[in-house]
């Protein structure tokens, strides 16, 4: 028979398991949406989490950021860096 102890432990494995996996999501939905956006700044919705490391991350490749609590309309907002120029070459190499 199971004891309380591992029931209780794979119930909270099971709620980290879940909060990691969202955090995932919305990390990946977000490098997504830089890959393909052509604008310079993009917003999620506020309800959305980040990880620390992750803003991080971003703002060393000089992704900037500005909080829900920080915008007027409660979204989180990425400015992205200036887009380089890509060469004929490099397009179609």
Known sequence: ???ESEIETALTYRNYYIAA?????AEQEL??????TTVREV??????????AFLNSLTSHGIYYRTPANSKDGK????LPDAKEVTDEDLFS
């Open 43 to 52: 917003s999620t919705a506020g309800n959305k989490k980040y990880r620390p």
């Open 21 to 25: 996996k969202a955090y995932q999501k």
């Open 31 to 36: 490098l997504t949406t830089i890959k393909f």
């Open 76 to 79: 989180w907002y990425f400015t």
């Open 1 to 3: 028979m199971y004891n």
